[in-house]
């Protein structure tokens, strides 16, 4: 649903022509939105291969996400940005036993974008360095599942961003659309506002 808003905000903006490029008169950016990310999809095909002698659901959520940036020039800023999914996996008739196991990643990383200005948005391309925290909350006590509790770690997390787009509506509020290589998502929509 947010993708469609998105898409239909992004044409009648194009084709009123009243989109504006990012103006580095504002210097801040604030960013709010929703994406998909590896995991969740990783999480969906696991749930299609398990044999029929357990039921598997899986549950995921958007890997939502706030960012900030703030502009030190006309082509580079700065900013930071916090992301969180959670995924649930449920195994029905697992023996005589119904399991249940939450997993939940938050990410915190530095970002550093290049951008390149063309009529009425704002491209850019960059990186994002920080790192994911995994949490796991089970009530599964099967051997065959603790490999679920190497999941409870801190880990490094380098995404590249090779492509993000802000158009502006207004002069404050704007769309998003940005893609990623590593977490936490490689595809995300969203709102900005800048200052």
């Not at 239909?8 to 504006?20: F, Q, R």
């Not at 796991?136 to 490094?156: C, K, Y």
């Amino acid at each position: 649903m947010k993708r469609k808003i998105f898409v239909v905000l992004l044409l009648i903006s194009i084709a009123t022509g009243k989109t504006m490029a990012q103006s580095f008169d504002h210097s801040h950016n604030i960013y709010a939105g929703g994406g998909i990310s590896a995991t969740q999809l990783l999480f969906r095909v696991v749930e299609n291969i398990i044999p029929d002698t357990a039921n598997l659901t899986t549950n995921t959520t958007a890997a939502y996400q706030l960012t900030y940036d703030y502009a030190l020039l006309d082509w580079l800023s700065v900013g930071g940005g916090f992301s969180t999914q959670s995924f649930e996996l449920q195994f029905d008739q697992y023996g005589a036993f119904n399991h249940t196991a939450t997993l939940r990643r938050t990410n915190l990383g530095a970002r550093l974008l290049l951008h390149f200005h063309r009529d009425a948005f704002d491209f850019y391309s960059g990186i994002r360095i920080g790192f994911s925290s995994w949490s796991v909350n089970s009530d599964i006590e099967n051997d065959a599942f603790s490999a679920l509790n190497s999941f409870d770690t801190f880990l490094f997390s380098g995404q590249l961003i090779p492509l993000g787009i802000r158009g502006y509506l207004t002069e404050n509020i704007g769309v998003s659309f940005e893609t990623g290589v590593g977490a936490p998502h490689f595809l995300n929509f969203g709102l900005n506002y800048r200052l």
